[in-house]
């Protein structure tokens, strides 16, 4: 369950990093340019995918360590995603394949 919070999280991160008209992103993939030019519909998905998150978490940990324990996973998050971005490190492939690995993981050893 842990896995899926930090994808959700990632997800809802990068969502909104998207939209950051400071950033400059070349050769987006086209699911990206989609949500760059829908700003309303990556806004809600990307808080969407945070808040569910947030629940997941206060579900799992209760009410304060939840909390708690989502800013931490927010901000490894973000400092991921903002340092890695600019080199092109992040491919969703990649993703997809550390998020089944580690959801296996996660179910055989917990």
């Not at 969502?15 to 400071?22: D, F």
């Not at 990556?42 to 569910?52: C, F, K, M, N, P």
């Not at 600019?86 to 917990?110: K, S």
């Amino acid at each position: 369950m842990f896995s899926t919070v930090f994808l959700l999280v990632f997800i809802g991160f990068y969502l909104q990093y998207n939209l950051s008209r400071k950033i400059k992103i070349r050769n987006k993939p086209s699911y990206l340019v989609f949500m760059e030019r829908h700003v309303l519909l990556s806004r809600i998905a990307g808080a969407a995918a945070a808040l569910l998150a947030l629940v997941l978490l206060i579900v799992r940990l209760g009410l304060g360590s939840g909390i708690f324990g989502f800013g931490v996973v927010l901000m490894c998050m973000a400092s991921l995603i903002v340092t890695l971005t600019p080199f092109r490190y992040l491919r969703w492939g990649h993703l997809a394949a550390l998020y089944g690995g580690l959801a296996v993981f996660e179910i055989f050893i917990f």
